[in-house]
Every structure is written in C-alpha cells, then in structure tokens.
C-alpha cells in the first residue's frame, strides 16, 4: 500500500473500494447466520448410521431399491397366475414394488420420514 | 483349483447326521464353522466373565464390551421395552461377529457367504416384529401401512405401497450381509490369486507380485473392517425393526 502514496485518488478509491467489499461481506455473513439460525438443527433427523465407507453405503440404498422391486415383482407374478389376470398384475405390481424400493430408499437415506422414534 | 474364486464357498459333506423325508442331512462344513462361532461366543461371554472381577481382565472387558454396545443400541433404537428382546438381539450380533471373523482366517469357511443363512436370520426378525407387534397391539399393528394425515382417496395406493415396502425388508436385511461378505471373499481370493500366477512367471513376476501381495493385505484389513461392520448394521437393522413391533404408530 505505501507504494501507492503517490497517487492519493487511487489510494482512496481502493480504501473506498475495500471498504464496500468488506461491508458486503459482512451483510453476506450475517444473512448466512440468520439462515442457518432460522433452521435449528433438527433433532429428530435420524442419527448417522454405520456407513463409514461410501461403498457401504452404497450397497445399502441399492438393496433397498432391488429389494422392493423384487418383492413388487413377485406378487404380481403370484396374482398372476392364482387370479389369471396376466399380465396386469405384474405391471401394477412392478410399478408399485418400484415405488416401495424407492421410499426404502429414501428412508434409508434419511430423506422421508422415518418411521416413529422410541418416545410414543 | 487355487485360482478358481468361488471354490471356497463349496459345500462339503462331513458326515450323514440323520434323515428327513428321502432327504440326507448331512454335518457340513457349513455346520462346523457354525458350531466353531456359536462355540467361540459361548467361551468369550461366558468364560471371560466367569471371574467377575472389578477390575476386568482384557477378555472380559470384550465380553463387557460387546454387551454394552449391543444394549446401548437397543435402548437408544427401541426404548426400553425392547430390551426383552435382548437375548435375540445379541445372539445375532455375535453370530455374524464372531462367524465373519472367523472366515477371514484362510482355509476357514465364511458361513454369511451362503444366503439361505443370512435370509435364515433375517426371516427370524421378520416373524419375530409381524407375531409380537400382533401379539402386543393388535389391529393397532396395522397402522404401520398407514402414514397419519393422508388424504382418504390416497390410502389404498399408499398402504399397498407401504405394505410392500415392509415386506422387502427381509430381503435387503439379508442380502446386504450375504453380499457384502460374498463380495469381499471372492476379491481376497481373485487378488491373492494374482500374486501365485505373478510369481510363477519368473524373477520379473516376484517383482510385479508386490502389488497385488500389498493390495491382498490392505484388503484383508478392510474386510475385517466390513466383516465387523456389517455385524453392527444387522444389529441396528433389526433393532429399528423391533421398534416397528413395539411402537408401530406413526
């Protein structure tokens, strides 16, 4: 900075101009307080579980989508062939089993509702 | 037969035990390393403990070890009611510990490797939560399907929805094992195979064995990390399950 003395208008421009970006950093900071403070840790969010390595959990969510295909899958096969309806069974319930795997899924990841904690 | 990856999990008769139907039962090795886990936890839990010393001694502090970690989980899932199921809990939990651990000791058998156990395990929970959920709260159990404040039009999409979601959870709980500790065997094994094939080629190979021999030993530790792990996940699964059974309101 002192070896810009020479030119004072340039000198006072860059104060001026510091000061503003350090106002407007400071607003910015503030406003990022007033969110995070708006949203108070939630204590209900489910606790981290032992997914310590992202292969874990990786394999985790992906059975639980697979799971609930497969279970979709299978009982439209068996409504199929008890209630003769083929294929229609098969295709609601895939659909269906697609959608259970993906609120397994969703739960898993802590995204839905989990279902009810201890306190009743 | 070194380098062939799913020979390991090969099951071999021992000796015939007894009939049922036309079926031969026979002790497998399967069996063995099952009678080998539920063995070594007997010894550990109850032997360790059998001084009861203030100050414990390094096996009964494992043994204390493994009871608090299986208790406190179960407290902190289920509440406090759930811990009459803590016999169960913890029978599961050393099992696939103590089993998993013990398969990684090469020329041993990894018995979560075969899905008939693992699904076995699972399916006990399962029945376990539908019977004493029924069993304890009655009708009251059925409103597990139905998430509260939701629309009457939506509920029947939803309970079909929610009903199969519960009934996939056998299946995940028990894949999730079974994969995890398929998987990670068939790996040691392709990895640890290449140091034999590499070793074999001349001096050229030794030297480009060290690789996939530092590889074979960063990976047995893992997997005794995953094989530790997924004994807890099991355990924390099946206690959220428990807390279905015993509070199934939403």
Known sequence: ?120 | MAADPIHQFEIQNYFPVFKIGATQIHFTNSALFMAVAVGLTAALLIGATSGRRLVPTRLQSLAEMSYELVANTLRNTAGEEAMRFFPLVLSLFMFILVSNVVGLIPYTFTVATHIIITAALALTVFFTVIIYGIWRNGWHFFKLFLPSGIPGWMAPILIVIELLSFLSRPISHSVRLFANMLAGHITLKLVAGFVVMMGSVGALGVFGAIAPLALTIALTALELLVAVLQAYVFTILTCIYLNDAIHPGH
Request: charged share 20%; proline share 6%; glycine share 12%.
């Open chain 1, 1 to 120: 900075m002192a070896g810009d003395a020479h030119d004072d208008g340039k000198h006072g421009n860059r104060l001026a101009d510091e000061a503003a970006l350090s106002a407007r950093l400071q607003r910015l900071g503030q406003q990022l307080d007033q969110v995070k403070s708006s949203k108070p840790p939630d204590p209900a969010a489910p606790r981290p579980q032992a997914d310590t390595s992202a292969m874990a959990r990786g394999l985790r969510l992906s059975t639980e989508l697979v799971a609930g295909v497969i279970v979709g899958a299978g009982i439209g096969w068996l409504l199929d062939r008890w209630l003769g309806i083929s294929p229609w069974g098969f295709i609601v319930f895939l659909l269906l089993g697609f959608t259970a795997g993906l609120l397994n899924v969703m739960r898993a990841a802590g995204l839905a509702q989990q279902r009810q904690g201890p306190k009743q």
